[in-house]
């Protein structure tokens, strides 16, 4: 048996580590494991970085314009959705995490693996960095959410996103936790318990940080004495706009007071 994981998008970030940490386990179950991706990925650097060792993996790569604006990341992008679809035929399951390829793609073994939780009826471009927004507002309105019903497998990363989504949408996928070293995070683990939020990541939409504001905000209304903690990196303009769009939002519902960013 044969699958590819399509890894689509670079960095050392939870997203990587979890395709890596796939890519382990079904090698470990015996399917031979291809990965197409965009730039070169390092076996070497992936096991320095994530601790898992991808030796025997085939990785293919495809050839992309050196640039980083609007336009030039849709060509990219449109390059890449060709090769995909070119060679997803050849095998048996396909690991994707992203919706504007299930408008291409039909194959009857996809693993599809939804990152965030899903809040509206269809799919919107979330606020991100410039040079993404344009092929993310394209993606967005060619997206839809028919892959979740046609995937073979369909998982997300946590009960929270699980039941939003079935609320919203009508179908519950599985919850299969990311692949975090919880033996390392326990050694931190405070004695004194408090009653919060904590939403950790890059301060963009597509985290869903406005989630810890409207919880907190539902939890003081029931009289539980609960605060946000939101914490993360605003590096450019898009991200400090997105920021105070939270502040705004804390006002809105009367929480000011009770989230703090970090």
């Not at 796939?22 to 650097?45: P, T, W």
């Not at 009826?121 to 967005?140: E, F, G, N, W, Y």
């Not at 929270?160 to 995070?185: C, F, Q, W």
């Not at 519902?253 to 970090?262: E, T």
Request: hydrophobic share 45%; glycine share 8%.
């Amino acid at each position: 048996m044969r699958a590819l994981i399509y890894w689509s998008i670079s960095g050392v970030g939870g997203a990587q580590r979890l395709y890596a940490a796939f890519a382990r386990a079904l090698m470990e179950c015996g399917i031979n494991v291809d990965i197409l991706a965009s730039y070169g990925i390092s076996l070497s650097k992936v096991k320095r970085d994530h601790g898992i060792d991808l030796s025997g993996v085939n990785v293919a790569v495809v050839k992309r314009l050196p640039c980083s604006n609007a336009p030039c990341g849709l060509v990219n992008s449109t390059v890449g959705v060709g090769k995909l679809t070119s060679i997803a035929g050849d095998y048996d399951l396909l690991y994707l995490d992203d919706l504007y390829l299930s408008r291409y793609i039909r194959h009857s073994g996809i693993i599809f693996y939804v990152h965030g939780y899903i809040d509206r009826t269809r799919p919107v471009a979330p606020l991100s960095k410039p040079h993404r927004m344009i092929p993310m507002a394209v993606q967005a309105m060619l997206s839809s959410y028919d892959v979740f019903r046609r995937a073979r497998y369909l998982f997300t990363n946590s009960h929270v996103n699980a039941y939003i989504m079935h609320r919203i949408i009508g179908i519950k996928p599985s919850v299969l936790h990311p692949p975090v070293d919880t033996e390392l995070a326990g050694r931190y683990r405070s004695r004194v318990r408090e009653d919060a939020v904590v939403s950790f990541g890059r301060l963009g939409s597509a985290k869903g940080h406005d989630l810890a504001i409207r919880v907190v905000g539902e939890l003081r209304r029931s009289g539980v004495d609960a605060e946000a903690y939101i914490m993360g990196s605003a590096d450019d303009s898009t991200a400090r706009l997105y920021v105070a769009n939270l502040l705004k939002l804390a006002e809105r519902l009367g929480v000011a007071k009770h989230v703090k960013f970090m």
